[in-house]
């Protein structure tokens, strides 16, 4: 019976809405769609709100209608009616996601709690929303005392490592409840991990962090699929770094209030050195925006593609000065649908992370363009996160950028993400809440479209429940009252305590009026195949849509060359002395660049150096790994082989690329967390780690090289040490650390 009454109230105000529709402005349009008060529009397909908690849309006859009672949790109302429905939509959805333990599931079809997931969903907007949920989940995510590393390429940790992000959802879980064993707690797990990350996966010559970028966790959709998991391990990626950044500047605070001088200066300046590395090795000064990664092999060059997650956290971290801040706001592509996770696209690759729409990346980029006051941006950042969320009437996990559909590769409804994304409209944008040591700064930026006053009432900080009123638009806030006392600043204290009003003011003007456009999705040229032609000569297969080529060596160009040769695409290489490294990378008429092609190796006078692992330590028994180019392969492990002395005669002194022939069966190059690692020791010093990432499961006979470490070495005799240490504990709770060692070579670099 009565959901026969909802049923029947339904009907009725799909009726109404039909009629009252035609009369509302719209809050945005462009010719994909367009977003009013009480309905969004797309073609034929349109999605209407009924009521605040229900809604239809045509596309597949979907519909929601609210289930949970969500009384506890912030509320929000305003008079576009949109607003309030897909706030109260993320609720109830995030409801669904309650584990037993009270922890946060990442989605309806994934029952698992994932770090990435549940650190930028708290820091974005489920501290303020749901600590206590956000608390349980956050210590899910740990294991023996450290911060456990979501599944990954090659194994996870220490190819993947944006674990960080869990540094910025605990912090916030503190600001919002002032719960000092919490931080307590939280400091011992943020500092052993942030100091074994330090130890395996910092660069000390650029300042910066090494692994995989954190918005995506397969190889193939951000990177060239010439890269291996272990070149991945290399690559220093923006919205990796900027996570560590600003983890490393918590870690500094946390260890300062328990009293840990020594600990908080180091943090400290460790966050500077990050920071100091982001500006001087990611910044492209001609495109004004932070490159995506760097990658390569010896010489690492920077993708000229943008990062947007990255970006945004530029800004709202203060990485970015102000003038780049603003460039940054004007420079990142917006498509007709909401903004890709980097641009350009690559083409020839399905969508997920690539050609694709993650809420939860437009969430933040439309945080950061309010924090950089483009009233514009922020309009379309709402309505692209509204849209996909009313037409298919639940927060979906991500969409195809090129045709809005959710037919990516993988997706789920009830996404934690994608609800995180909803849920901080009305708190990051609306009421433009910032978290400080101090208590809660209000800085806002409202469209003119939700001019009339706005409400969000029942949110618990600290001892405090705060009932928030914005009324106007604006990129300032003019008044602020307190229980209708004018105040100074738009601030209230950590101090406070009881239940208390704020009414912000806003100014009704904006300062600037950004120049904003959507653009049609881009896609790059193909990853050049090249390959050497002879001992003197690379050549290389033309590129669909490419003018030119540009000639790497060493990372540098050397050359540029047209398309139009017509006795075929290829680059003469002078005898040279020394090791050298030759690269290609196609140009389009627009001027978008594809990745480079896999780095060939062109040696002068002295070769590299090779020396079996046999003869420093026994073989292993293990059949799989014997007659594949190795006189019997060296096991590695946690509990084998934890320290080989490896005697060498020198032949010349110099700087050396040191790594190892590996087999690592444990799991599949694209998931698990049995990457194994070691530390190399030369002269008595640590010299740098080396991971052997997974490349296959249980396939013990496919070989490739590790990561490599750079070492200077005298002429004559002289021993390294691989050693594995405490630091080389990986995520797997079975302690797999598992590779077998065919031979360790040595390349001259001068």
């Known amino acids: 019976m009565r959901m026969l009454r909802k049923l029947s109230i339904l009907l009725l105000f799909i009726v109404l809405s039909h009629v009252a ?42 519909k929601w209608i609210q289930q949970a009672s969500t009384g506890r949790f912030p509320r929000f109302a305003c008079d576009m009616t949109v607003s309030n429905t897909l706030y109260n939509l993320s609720l109830d959805e995030l409801t669904t996601l309650w584990g037993k333990d009270g922890s946060l599931h990442a989605s309806k079809l994934r029952d698992e709690v994932w770090t990435r997931d549940l650190g930028y969903g708290t820091f974005l907007s489920l501290a303020l929303i749901d600590p206590t949920a956000a608390q349980a989940s956050l210590m899910a995510r740990v294991w023996q005392g450290k911060i456990l590393q979501d599944d990954g390429t090659g194994g996870a940790w220490p190819v993947s490592t944006d674990r960080a992000v869990w540094v910025l959802g605990a912090w916030e879980v503190y600001l919002v409840t002032g719960d000092r064993q919490w931080l307590k707690q ?83 300046q460790t966050a500077q050195r990050i920071k100091e590395g982001i500006n001087n090795h990611l910044w492209i000064e001609s495109r004004g925006y932070y490159n995506q990664y760097r990658y390569g092999r010896v010489n690492q060059i920077v993708s000229q593609r943008s990062e947007t997650l990255g970006e945004a ?41 690539n050609n694709a729409l993650w809420p939860y990346v437009q969430a933040y980029w439309l945080w950061a363009v309010a924090q950089a006051k483009c009233p514009q941006a922020v309009t379309y950042g709402i309505a692209s996160i509204y849209r996909t969320a009313a037409l298919m009437a639940t927060n979906m996990e991500n969409a195809v950028a090129t045709t809005g559909t959710t037919a990516t590769a993988s997706n789920s409804a009830n996404s934690l993400l994608s609800i995180a994304a909803n849920l901080s409209i009305p708190l990051r944008v609306f009421a433009g809440i910032e978290m400080t040591d101090e208590g809660m700064t209000f800085r806002p930026l409202v469209p003119k479209g939700w001019a009339n006053n706005k409400q969000l009432n029942n949110l618990k900080y600290r001892k405090a429940i705060l009932d928030i009123s914005v009324q106007g638009y ?79 060596r060493n990372g540098s160009v050397i050359a540029l060359q047209p398309e139009s040769r017509i006795e075929g695409n290829y680059f003469d290489i002078q005898d040279e002395e020394g090791y050298a490294e030759y690269q290609v990378v196609a140009v389009d008429s627009n001027g978008l660049e594809s990745f480079a092609s896999e780095p060939l190796i062109h040696f002068g006078v002295g070769n590299e150096l090779q020396y079996d692992m046999s003869a420093f330590a026994a073989p292993s028994t293990f059949e799989q790994c014997r007659g594949y180019g190795c006189s019997g392969a060296v096991e590695i492990s946690s509990t084998q082989n934890t320290r080989i002395e490896i005697p060498l005669d020198v ?29 190399l020791w030369s002269n008595g010093k640590r010299v740098g780690s080396i991971v052997f990432p997974q490349r296959g499961k249980d396939i013990w006979n496919n070989w490739g090289y590790s990561t490599s470490v750079r070492v200077h070495l005298n002429q004559g005799p002289q021993t390294l040490l691989l050693i594995y240490e405490m630091d080389n504990q990986n995520m797997s709770p079975m302690d797999v650390n598992r590779a077998m060692l065919d031979h360790i070579r040595l390349i001259p670099l001068q």
């Open 186 to 268: 939280c400091y011992e797990i943020v500092r052993h991990s942030l100091m074994q990350d330090e130890n395996m996966i910092y660069d000390s010559q650029t300042g910066l962090v090494r692994g995989e970028m954190s918005v995506a966790g397969i190889r193939k959709e951000v990177y060239p699929l010439w890269m291996q998991p272990a070149d991945i391990a290399q690559s220093e990626c923006l919205s990796t770094n900027a996570l560590f950044f600003r983890a490393n500047e918590i870690a500094s605070k946390m260890a300062r209030m328990s009293g840990d001088n020594t600990s908080s200066q180091h943090f400290m």
């Open 313 to 353: 956290l530029c800004i709202l971290f203060g990485i970015a000065d102000p003038q780049r801040a603003q460039r940054l706001s004007q420079s990142v592509e917006s498509t007709p649908y909401g903004v890709t996770c980097f641009a350009p696209q690559i083409p020839d690759v399905y969508a997920y992370h």
């Open 474 to 552: 604006g990129d300032r806030v003019r008044a602020c009252y307190v229980d209708g006392k004018k105040q100074k600043d738009a601030f209230v204290p950590s101090s406070l305590t009881g239940k208390h009003s704020v009414r912000l003011v806003m100014n009704n003007e904006f300062g600037r009026y950004d120049m904003f456009a959507t653009q049609e999705v881009t896609f790059s040229p193909s990853t050049p195949n090249a390959w050497m032609d002879g001992a003197t000569r690379m050549s290389w297969q033309q590129v669909a849509g490419a003018k030119e080529y540009k000639i790497l």
């Open 21 to 62: 529709v035609a009369q509302d402005a719209p809050l945005y349009s462009s010719e994909t769609f367009s977003l009013y008060p009480r309905q969004i529009v797309e073609g034929k397909n349109h999605a209407d709100i009924v009521a605040d908690n229900a809604l239809t849309s045509t596309l597949d006859h979907r």
């Open 651 to 679: 032949p010349a002194e110099g700087d050396y690329l040191v790594d190892f022939r590996y087999a690592n069966g444990s799991g599949s190059p694209l998931s698990g967390n049995s990457c194994a690692s070691r530390m």
